[in-house]
């Protein structure tokens, strides 16, 4: 990847941590650029970057355990400061001479450590705080040179720091929450002991990304972009349309299985904020024609993942056709490609052109796009940031997460016209009354789930009725690959159902889903 202009980098050095992600966007928090690499890059091209500071993440080995990895001892002598956490910790006190040991004392989870000599990486922090460990291995003995500045019942050796030679380390996890001053602890390193610039903030990530999108597509290129009513594509838009105006063209597909209003909120909201080129390609009757009398959930997604190809593909030899007849050439695609995605995919490394969607539309075989994708260093939170500093509507930038075959896959039974009526207005109801709470940000999704084939008795007025049932799902998460459900508070819940029941006539019925994941997906289907 290429780091952004102008802001010091800090490497952090993934060894099968399941934090490495949330590592650097703690460094990105305390307003410093951040990467993740592998263990497996030489030092040496560590090096080559020339990064202000290397973390090295924790990781489920054993420093001393036969094939655990580890990392050429030249990373702790080359000048560069050094931060360890948990097995990097480790690696740090191992590779310079201490003393790491199988104790017997294992500690996990929330531990008391006590602070005998602050120095520079602990300063201000109370002398008993909590902090969560992960570890079966202890420190025994800190390398000649630093000082030890912690520890805890199990762990003689819990901080150390050489401030001299820019290395510190702590046997904790300081990026989780559940660790007491863990992102002061990051910050003493960042700030004050490698002495990185506080740089990256997201007017600046904004301002980068239009300059550089202005010098990929130069002064006549022309591009395309899908727009899901997500906040990824809409941001990654609005950057590149800030760059190269009406050179910019959106395709927007209305499948028909969209939340109340998310149609009309692209079409409306998202031109007035950007002033963006918006092409709508209406597929909602070829959409619910390909569903009819469908139920199995994988075939309902593959039938929509199809049909949404094919439908961006028509709208695209549309706009395609319109440049030619202008004697002009679409030559750039525009993605929402985020950092965790490039990591996730090995790094990013591959072809800077792709070819459009397997030709299925009718496209010229030979049809390539340079990609263009203005997100790929940034994080969600970082995304939606960057969505407020380009003005985008608030509704828009703090979105849900939404599935990409959207409310197809929140209906347990075949999608008709009918039944996507009765859970948009459900979903409405809920959306609303999140909202009202002040607990879109609290909570990651709220799938509002319709049991279209179950039909349960019960009694509105004086009548007997016999309707749908309706299930909540409200979750909170980071990343989305482990979820627990939100504890919303009962009176928010009790407007929802009694809202639902009175406004939506066919559903008598609003159930909560408690299930965590795992073992419960987030979605139904």
């Given at each position: 990847?290429?780091?952004?202009?102008?802001?010091?980098?800090?490497?952090?050095?993934?060894?099968?941590?399941?934090?490495?992600?949330?590592?650097?966007?703690?460094?990105?928090?305390?307003?410093?650029?951040?990467?993740?690499?592998?263990?497996?890059?030489?030092v040496?091209?560590?090096?080559?970057?020339?990064?202000?500071?290397?973390?090295?993440?924790?990781?489920?080995?054993?420093?001393y355990?036969?094939?655990?990895?580890?990392?050429?001892?030249?990373?702790?002598?080359?000048?560069?400061?050094?931060?360890?956490?948990?097995?990097?910790?480790?690696?740090m006190a191992?590779?310079?001479?201490?003393?790491?040991?199988?104790?017997?004392?294992?500690?996990?989870?929330?531990?008391?450590?006590s602070?005998?000599e602050?120095?520079?990486?602990?300063?201000g922090?109370?002398?008993?705080?909590?902090?969560?460990?992960?570890?079966?291995?202890?420190?025994?003995?800190a390398?000649?040179?630093?000082?030890?500045?912690?520890?805890?019942?199990?762990?003689?050796?819990?901080?150390?720091?050489?401030?001299?030679?820019?290395?510190a380390?702590?046997?904790?996890?300081?990026?989780?929450?559940?660790?007491?001053?863990?992102?002061?602890?990051?910050?003493?390193?960042?700030?004050?002991?490698?002495?990185?610039?506080?740089?990256?903030?997201?007017?600046?990530?904004?301002e980068?990304?239009?300059?550089?999108?202005?010098?990929?597509?130069?002064?006549?290129?022309?591009?395309?972009?899908?727009?899901?009513?997500?906040?990824d594509?809409?941001?990654?838009?609005?950057?590149?349309?800030?760059?190269?105006?009406?050179?910019?063209?959106?395709?927007?597909?209305?499948?028909?299985l969209?939340?109340?209003?998310?149609?009309?909120?692209?079409e409306?909201?998202?031109?007035?904020?950007?002033?963006?080129n918006?092409?709508?390609?209406?597929?909602?009757?070829?959409?619910?024609?390909a569903?009819?009398?469908?139920?199995?959930?994988?075939?309902?997604?593959?039938?929509?993942?199809?049909?949404?190809?094919?439908?961006?593909?028509?709208a695209?030899?549309?706009?395609?056709?319109?440049?030619?007849?202008?004697?002009?050439?679409?030559?750039?695609?525009?993605?929402?490609?985020?950092?965790?995605?490039?990591?996730?995919?090995?790094?990013?490394a591959?072809?800077?052109?792709?070819?459009?969607?397997?030709?299925?539309?009718?496209?010229?075989?030979?049809?390539?796009?340079?990609?263009v994708?203005?997100?790929?260093?940034l994080f969600?939170?970082?995304?939606?940031?960057?969505?407020?500093?380009?003005?985008?509507?608030?509704?828009?930038?703090?979105?849900?997460?939404?599935?990409?075959?959207?409310?197809?896959?929140?209906?347990?039974?075949?999608?008709?016209?009918?039944?996507?009526?009765?859970?948009?207005?459900?979903?409405?109801?809920?959306?609303?009354?999140?909202?009202?709470?002040?607990?879109?940000?609290?909570?990651?999704?709220?799938?509002?789930?319709?049991?279209?084939?179950?039909?349960?008795?019960?009694?509105?007025?004086?009548?007997?009725?016999?309707?749908?049932?309706?299930?909540?799902?409200?979750?909170?998460?980071?990343?989305?690959?482990?979820?627990?459900?939100?504890r919303?508070?009962?009176?928010v819940?009790?407007?929802?159902?009694?809202?639902?029941?009175?406004?939506?006539?066919?559903?008598?019925?609003?159930?909560l889903?408690?299930?965590?994941?795992?073992?419960?997906?987030?979605e139904?289907?």
């Amino acid at each position: 990847m290429t780091q952004p202009a102008e802001h010091d980098l800090v490497l952090v050095v993934d060894f099968g941590a399941q934090y490495a992600q949330l590592i650097a966007r703690r460094v990105r928090e305390a307003r410093v650029y951040s990467e993740i690499v592998p263990h497996t890059m030489p030092v040496a091209d560590m090096l080559a970057r020339k990064p202000k500071a290397i973390i090295l993440s924790g990781g489920p080995s054993s420093v001393y355990a036969d094939g655990a990895p580890g990392i050429d001892d030249t990373v702790f002598t080359a000048g560069v400061p050094v931060f360890g956490m948990c097995y990097g910790f480790q690696l740090m006190a191992q590779g310079l001479g201490g003393e790491v040991a199988h104790t017997g004392v294992r500690e996990y989870g929330r531990t008391p450590v006590s602070v005998s000599e602050p120095g520079t990486l602990l300063e201000g922090i109370p002398v008993e705080h909590k902090v969560w460990m992960s570890h079966g291995d202890s420190v025994a003995a800190a390398p000649d040179g630093f000082t030890v500045l912690a520890s805890t019942e199990g762990t003689p050796v819990a901080a150390f720091e050489d401030v001299g030679r820019g290395l510190a380390g702590v046997q904790w996890h300081p990026e989780v929450l559940h660790s007491e001053h863990g992102q002061k602890v990051l910050e003493h390193f960042l700030h004050h002991i490698a002495g990185a610039r506080q740089t990256w903030t997201m007017l600046n990530i904004a301002e980068e990304q239009i300059e550089r999108v202005r010098e990929q597509v130069g002064d006549t290129g022309l591009a395309i972009c899908g727009l899901s009513g997500g906040v990824d594509s809409a941001v990654a838009a609005a950057i590149v349309q800030r760059a190269i105006g009406d050179r910019l063209h959106c395709v927007f597909v209305d499948h028909g299985l969209l939340r109340e209003g998310e149609a009309e909120q692209v079409e409306r909201d998202f031109v007035a904020a950007t002033g963006v080129n918006l092409h709508v390609h209406d597929a909602r009757e070829t959409f619910l024609a390909a569903l009819a009398g469908v139920t199995d959930p994988e075939e309902k997604r593959k039938i929509i993942g199809r049909e949404f190809i094919r439908a961006f593909e028509a709208a695209e030899v549309q706009v395609l056709g319109e440049a030619a007849e202008q004697g002009e050439k679409v030559g750039f695609l525009v993605q929402g490609t985020l950092y965790p995605d490039v990591v996730e995919s090995g790094g990013g490394a591959g072809t800077s052109n792709i070819k459009s969607h397997h030709n299925v539309g009718g496209l010229p075989e030979d049809l390539e796009f340079a990609l263009v994708e203005p997100l790929r260093t940034l994080f969600k939170d970082e995304v939606r940031l960057v969505g407020e500093q380009l003005g985008l509507p608030a509704e828009m930038v703090w979105r849900q997460p939404f599935p990409g075959p959207g409310l197809g896959i929140r209906i347990i039974g075949e999608v008709t016209a009918d039944r996507l009526d009765i859970l948009r207005r459900a979903d409405a109801i809920a959306r609303q009354e999140l909202t009202r709470a002040g607990l879109d940000r609290d909570i990651w999704q709220m799938p509002v789930v319709l049991l279209a084939d179950v039909r349960s008795v019960g009694v509105q007025g004086d009548g007997r009725t016999y309707g749908h049932p309706v299930v909540i799902r409200p979750v909170t998460s980071e990343d989305a690959m482990t979820a627990d459900w939100a504890r919303l508070p009962y009176e928010v819940m009790e407007r929802i159902s009694t809202r639902i029941t009175n406004e939506v006539a066919e559903v008598n019925r609003v159930t909560l889903d408690i299930t965590s994941k795992p073992p419960g997906t987030i979605e139904w289907e």
